[in-house]
Each structure stands twice: as C-alpha cells, then as structure tokens.
C-alpha cells in the first residue's frame, strides 16, 4: 500500500487524540495535544507535570524497610521505586511496594476520628475533633489513675519501628501499667527467646549469606516471607549467581513452596519433627569429629558433661545428643531418611562457612510445644561449625546508639501499678513468654478486670486462631480504642477508632534490620497527609499533656517529630 501523502507530526497526534476520543481518555488526549500545538514548531516535549520532585523515604508494608524513591507530580505520588542507595533493598522494589499508592489513595480509608454512639459492632458512628478524642481519653485514664488502677490499661500492638515500641512502653509506664503487649507471640517470640537462651540475646539473628558455602533453613520461607525477605532474597540470589563459587541451599520443610522449588534441595519432614532432625544433624557431626573444637571449647559451655557450683552432675549436649538422636532412630520420627540425614551432615560440616537459619515469622516455630528448643538447636548447630560471629555465619544484629531516655519522674502510683502482674500473664502464667498476645481474651473471659485497650496495628479478632473469641471478651472492656486506618475486624468494635496516616504521609524512623551492622532508614512524608489523621506517636504525647503531672512530665516532647530529633 502506497502512501500518498505523509503524516506530519502534528496530524499524526491529531489522528492520535481521534482514535483515543473513542475512549474516557479524550479530554485528557486533547489537552495533550493542543499543548503541544500551542509550543510551536521548536516544541518536542511533553509535560506531564507543572512540578515534579524524587521523595526518598522507607517502606512499611512488611518489617523489611526498604528504602523507597517516591515520584510526586503536582503533589500527587505517581510511582514508586526501589531506593539503590539502600542497603536491604540495593534498588529493587517488590510488587507490594510498588502497588503503596492503592493504600495512599484507597477510598476506603477512614477520613478522620470517629466515636461509637451504637452497639459495639453495629457499625454507628460520630464524627468528633482529635481535641475530643484527646479529652476522651485523657479523661479515662485520669480516671484510672484516680481510682488507684492504672494497672487496668493495655496497649496492643503489631509492627511498630523505631522509636515507636518504646514510645508506646514509656507511655504505659508513665500511665502505671506493665500492659504494651506485642503480636510477637504470635509468629517470632519462640525465635527470640531460643537465641536469648543460647546467646543471650532477645532477638533475631543477621545471616551473611552471601559469605557462606552452604544454607539449610528449617521452615524458614526465605523468599516468601520471614523478618526481612528482601534482604533474604537479595543475599540468597547472591549466593546462587552473583560469585563463582555458587552456595548450596537446602530446605526442610513439610511443604515445598516458592523457597523450596528454587532451592538446591528440598526435603519434606513431618510437621513439628524439625528439633529431632536437626539434633541428628548434630549427632552425626559429633560422632565423626567434624565439629569446630576451638570455638566449642573456647566460646561454649555445656558441651561436655559438667558439675554445678552445687556439686550436681549435668549431662552436656554432646552426650545428651549422641545417647538420644542416632538417625536411625530419628528417621522415624522425622519420616526423613538416616542417610540423607548423615549425607546433610557431612555436606554442613565440610562446606563452610556453613549456616543453618531458623523461621523468623509465620508461627511455624511457634505452631508446636518445642518451638523455643527447635529454635535453639538451630543455634547449636551453628555454633557446632563455628558459624557465629564469623563471616559467612550468623551475626548479632546490631543497633544505631541513641541517647538514654529521660529517667521518668517519681511516681508512687505508676510505680506500684508497674509492678502488677502483666494482663496477658507473661512472665508468671507463661515463665518464658515476653508477650502472650493470644491469651488477652482468654483472660477477659475468666474474668479478670481490663478498663482501656488500645489497639495499634492490631487485629486480633482477625490474626489471632479462634479470634472470634476477642468479639466476646471485649464486651467485659470499657473503653477500647484503635488507631487503625481502616474499618478493620477489631476496630468494628472499638469505641473510638483515631486514624493515623499512613507510612507515606508521615515521619518515622525504622532501624535497619537484616545485615547484622547497625543503620537507621528515616521515613518521611511523600504528599501532604490526604485526610483528617493524626500520627499515633502525636495523640500519646498530648494525651499525656492534658493529663498533666507527673504523666506529662514524663513525655516531655512538644511533638513527634520533636522526639525523633531528640532521640536521633
């Protein structure tokens, strides 16, 4: 087919807008293209935007905390990227990260404070004033206070970074409560406490996969999910392809999964066996002498038999190992077989350095009664090969120093309200728990006295197993209060749910995690907050100034962001 007569580039844009009229788009295709007819002939450009700017910040859609370059065209976000500059993400950017903008711009978000004024769950509501909510709450606690009972408040929470956690501890301690209960216990408080009792410390480890020979995890989805997914992803891929000599990964894990299909090996284990296996693995290392003998006799204690100050004998993990997990025994138990469990051995032990990871979330530790003693053999096993504190193997995650917080003022009320025993029974009905989230509405049911909730990023009616259950529990609460920003399953039944803007419309500080080596990403507003919010971290600090006293003295920041300048 023969053209007679070429297309200029204006016609060639005017047959543009023509066939796009034929969609919704023709207004926004006309004005395009009547712009660019008024430039001129010296005009090749298009502007999609008067003003345009790059906004750094970091993200909160999972407690990875990849930094983010956030796109604004006329104060509007238009597109997110992975920051390069940031160490956990190094530029990459997952499709939940890259989808923020539906949270920003959802139209179900909640607009501004609002007031029960129906039945709990019945879905009535008030608009009211933060200053309202402010006196309302104040005025509850000072209630409280008055009445002798500050103990009768609880704080629940889910992911809160930086300086937030212990923003909400403080708050509660000035108030007279033990009562900041975090949903670690729900997915990785079994992790925390089987390192703190073999390394003393109350955390996750960092991993410097990209150092080690040789990976095993232990339910650990380490591309799906975990404390910090990008930086398993990244280190991971890095181990595979990114050095000539590729690591090895291996999985056991009763279901294969993303982390398992692409992994060197993957091999299914009944469910609630792992510690079995994984003392087995340690058997065959001590039996054959492939253990590091420098770091076990220098750095351990408690792998040989040994006698108390008080003269009793104790039977060290090498004989309690060797007398209880031969593999032939444990692959009944385990359904894995005694020679794939001696090849793994081997394959662990002569290929450092070597690092065995254990699950950081999703409850699979969690999820049987020996999840802190299956956390701690994975911890034995590393220090079996030496793999701690070296590269290549696990390391202690290390935090930015921040200046002490203000000692909090002489208080005999608070004082006496502190040392009540926590709501939740952490610490007495449960010895080793730290939090006991589940157990909140078991208590309220049995009766003991609850006067004030607050919920931040809380659902518990809707994470918790038999959560239902916190739907009849907190009929025996008098005042509940949610700081959600969505109408979520718990906030229903709420008496004043207060929402805070979300992670791109506000300041905050989040402590690099991951890497082992301490950092601190600061999250910062992208666009003008869209609605009628309030950060959570703003509402405690005038709640504690409307009460007054020794409460208001104890929170001493004029704001927010006044803190983070203090603290950082």
């Known amino acids: 087919m023969e053209m007679k007569k070429p297309f200029s580039r204006r016609e060639f844009l005017k047959m543009s807008a023509l066939v796009?009229?034929?969609?919704?788009?023709?207004?926004v295709a006309s004005s395009l293209v009547s712009r660019l007819e008024s430039e001129g002939p010296g005009g090749t450009h298009l502007e999609t935007a008067h003003t345009e700017k790059i906004v750094p910040t970091v993200c909160l859609l999972c407690s990875s905390g990849c930094g983010m370059l956030a796109r604004v065209a006329d104060g509007n976000l238009v597109k997110l990227e992975g920051n390069p500059m940031h160490p956990v993400n190094l530029g990459a950017l997952c499709p939940?990260?890259?989808?923020?903008?539906?949270?920003?711009?959802?139209?179900?978000?909640?607009?501004?404070?609002?007031?029960r004024v129906g039945d709990r769950g019945a879905g009535k509501w008030e608009d009211i004033s933060w200053g309202e909510a402010i006196q309302?709450?104040?005025?509850?606690?000072?209630?409280?206070?008055?009445?002798?009972?500050?103990?009768?408040?609880?704080?629940?929470?889910?992911?809160?970074?930086?300086?937030?956690?212990?923003?909400?501890?403080?708050?509660?301690?000035?108030?007279?409560?033990?009562?900041?209960?975090?949903?670690?216990?729900?997915?990785?408080?079994?992790?925390?406490?089987?390192?703190?009792?073999?390394?003393g410390i109350y955390d996750l480890p960092a991993y410097d996969i990209e150092n080690s020979n040789y990976v095993l995890s232990f339910g650990a989805s380490l591309l799906e999910s975990g404390r910090t997914p990008q930086r398993m992803i990244s280190g991971i891929s890095y181990l595979r392809r990114g050095r000539a000599d590729r690591g090895k990964v291996v999985i056991f894990d009763p279901r294969q999964g993303i982390t398992?299909?692409?992994?060197?090996?993957?091999i299914s284990i009944k469910p609630g066996t792992d510690a079995a296996l994984i003392l087995a693995i340690a058997n065959v290392i001590i039996k054959t002498g492939q253990f590091d003998s420098d770091f076990v006799n220098n750095y351990s204690f408690g792998f040989e038999d040994f006698v108390d100050d008080q003269g009793r004998q104790h039977k060290g993990f090498k004989s309690y190992v060797l007398e209880n997990y031969d593999p032939l025994r444990v692959?009944?138990?385990?359904?894995?077989?005694?020679?794939?469990?001696?090849?793994?051995?081997?394959e662990f032990s002569n290929n450092l350095p070597a690092i065995a990871i254990l699950p950081g979330k999703g409850g699979l530790l969690n999820g049987s009664l020996n999840g802190v003693s299956t956390a701690m053999a994975i911890n034995c096993l590393n220090a079996l090969v030496g793999?701690?504190?070296?590269?290549?193997?696990?390391?202690?995650?290390?935090?930015?120093?921040?200046?002490?917080?203000?000692?909090?003022?002489?208080?005999?009320?608070?004082?006496?309200?502190?040392?009540?025993?926590?709501?939740?029974?952490?610490?007495?009905?449960?010895?080793?728990?730290?939090?006991?989230?589940?157990?909140?509405?078991?208590?309220?049911?049995?009766?003991?006295?609850?006067?004030?909730?607050?919920?931040?990023?809380?659902?518990?009616?809707?994470?918790?197993?038999?959560?239902?259950?916190?739907?009849?529990?907190?009929?025996?609460?008098?005042?509940?209060?949610?700081?959600?920003?969505?109408?979520?399953?718990?906030?229903?039944?709420?008496?004043l749910v207060l929402p805070e803007p979300t992670f791109l419309e506000r300041w905050q500080d989040d402590y690099i995690e991951g890497l082992g080596y301490p950092g601190i990403g600061l999250r910062q507003p992208v666009v003008e907050p869209l609605h009628d919010?309030?950060?959570t971290g703003d509402f405690l600090i005038k709640v504690a100034q409307a009460i007054g006293g020794t409460v208001e003295k104890a929170m001493p920041w004029a704001?927010?962001?006044?803190?983070?300048q203090d603290r950082l």
Request: overall charge negative.
């Open 260 to 266: 398992g299909a692409k992994a060197d090996e993957w």
């Open 331 to 346: 692959e009944q138990i385990t359904g894995v077989p005694a020679t794939t469990i001696s090849r793994i051995a081997g």
């Open 533 to 535: 919010t309030m950060n």
């Open 387 to 495: 793999s701690v504190e070296t590269p290549g193997g696990i390391l202690a995650q290390r935090y930015p120093t921040c200046p002490e917080w203000p000692l909090l003022p002489k208080d005999r009320l608070a004082e006496k309200g502190r040392e009540a025993e926590r709501f939740d029974g952490a610490g007495t009905h449960f010895p080793l728990g730290r939090h006991a989230y589940q157990a909140v509405a078991d208590k309220l049911l049995a009766g003991n006295p609850l006067d004030t909730l607050f919920l931040y990023d809380a659902n518990p009616v809707y994470e918790v197993p038999g959560g239902t259950r916190f739907i009849e529990a907190f009929k025996h609460i008098g005042m509940i209060v949610s700081f959600s920003t969505f109408m979520d399953e718990t906030a229903e039944y709420a008496d």
């Open 20 to 27: 796009i009229g034929s969609s919704a788009s023709l207004g």
């Open 559 to 564: 704001s927010f962001i006044d803190l983070l």
């Open 136 to 199: 309302i709450v104040a005025t509850r606690l000072k209630g409280l206070r008055a009445a002798g009972q500050p103990e009768r408040s609880a704080f629940m929470y889910g992911e809160a970074r930086g300086q937030m956690r212990p923003l909400f501890e403080r708050f509660m301690a000035a108030i007279g409560s033990p009562n900041t209960i975090s949903h670690d216990s729900l997915n990785i408080e079994a992790a925390k406490l089987g390192t703190l009792f073999t390394q």
């Open 96 to 115: 939940k990260g890259q989808a923020a903008p539906e949270l920003l711009y959802n139209p179900d978000r909640l607009t501004g404070p609002l007031r």
